[in-house]
């Protein structure tokens, strides 16, 4: 599998997470593989009443909350999906949110560099 292909796939595979773990899926999502790090900016995952309850800085601190508390609740199932994507461990797991524009960065660090394993 080309490195743009299984890019490609992981972005598929978490958007289809979303949906069915959150509730809605992003409006955009991308995926880059750098190293032994899978690097996804997803898009347009704030609901209008996040956007609202965002526009105080309590409310801001709320929506990050919640939403990292959703994600990390499943950390476990995206580091078996990324496992069976990849064949590699996640090893750890970083995310975060702009309640501004309503993006998210996940980064999956793995056990090994997986671009040296794909191909261009």
Do not use: C
Not at 76 to 103: A, C, N, P, W, Y
């Amino acid at each position: 599998m080309s490195k743009g292909e299984l890019e490609d796939k992981i972005s598929r595979i978490l958007t289809q997470w979303e949906k069915e773990y959150l509730g809605r899926g992003s409006v955009l999502v991308k995926t880059d593989i750098m190293r032994n790090m899978i690097i996804v900016g997803l898009k347009g995952i704030l609901t209008p009443a996040e956007q609202k309850l965002a526009g105080t800085s309590e409310g801001m601190l709320s929506v990050k909350r919640i939403r990292a508390d959703l994600v990390e609740s499943g950390r476990e199932q995206l580091g078996k999906m990324i496992l069976e994507l990849t064949g590699e461990q996640v090893v750890s797991f970083h995310t975060d949110i702009s309640t501004r524009t309503g993006e998210r960065v996940m980064v999956f660090v793995l056990s090994d560099n997986l671009e040296n394993k794909l191909i261009g």
